[in-house]
């Protein structure tokens, strides 16, 4: 039982009803640093391409604000209507950067799984807040990737950036002498540069963990073989109840065709194993099967026909080949229309030469 729960035994991969389960309830293969590149990369491209619009914006804003400083009322009436100003300025600024770094972020979870809506996580439990569960998550083998992950990440960014800025470390210390103008072309190609290659290095850090944390879900879904059993049973049914089934339905099919017997105009038997009880009126189009069976089936079909002075005619050859093509309450194959109108002609005449 123990290996059972701690899932030791599950060896098999999970079959799609159990992905797909996965999938509801919120359980997907995700990695965070894939979210934090598309954000960054976000972020990098906002500083590309919005910088000089954003901060010629904000400046004719704010430069607007301060020359004329003196005749903004201050009054709760102005101050309500500079601040609302101002907002609506600024959101005029950044609002494309902002939808870009949505997006970003959207972008980077969309792009691992699709998307899922599940209040499974938002459920209360108890091995969340249990101080046992949570050294253990701790202590576990994620927590432990991720420590590792992080100290990768502050190695390899701080060698780049040191790497980077240690030939600028001079112009670095004469920054504060230099013009305001001036000033923010160079912060920007510095932190471009910088940005740049920190999302090359993520987008490799990104991708490695989107494997591992792929491969731990897909571990996480493996199932045992008496999981396989019992969800096969839960969608294609019990054995052993369809079995069951079938057994009561062919039952009744035997019932309701015994009951036909008495409506057939000859039985053609083999003389013991087989028999075919066919029913023959003026303007039908072919003679009809009303039952037919082997053994005891063809024993009770021939029972029924002494008692109700049924013809009983023996042709083993045709017997067989009638029982292997013809269904019940179907017409006969036509290649064997003569045979069987050769039996009902001379039953005909045998009913004939008995009315005399």
Sequence with gaps: MAENENGADRSEDPTQKKLDEALERGDVAKSQEVNTWFIIAGSTLILMSFSGSMSSGLQTSLRGFLANAHDIPVDGRGIMRMTTTL???????IGIPFLVLVLAAIAGNMVQHRLVWSMESLKLKFSKISPGAGFKRMFSKQALANFAKGLIKLALIGTVMTMMLWPERRRLDTMVTIDPAALLPLIRTLALGVM??????LAIIAAADYLFQYREWYERQKMSLQEIKDEFKQSEGDPMIK???????????????????????????????????LQYERGMNAPLCVAKG??????KIREIAAKHNIPIVENPPLARALHATVEIDREIPTEHYKAVAEVIGYVMKLRKAVSR
Excluded at 87 to 93: I, M, R
């Design 294 to 299: 082997m053994d005891a089936v063809a024993l």
């Design 243 to 277: 079995g069951r089934i079938r057994q009561m339905r062919l039952a009744r099919m035997k019932k309701r065709m015994i009951a036909e017997v008495p409506k057939a105009s000859v039985i053609i038997t083999n003389p013991t194993h087989f028999a075919v009880a």
């Design 87 to 93: 907002g609506f300025e600024l959101l005029a600024a």
């Design 196 to 201: 740049g290659t920190v999302v090359a290095i």
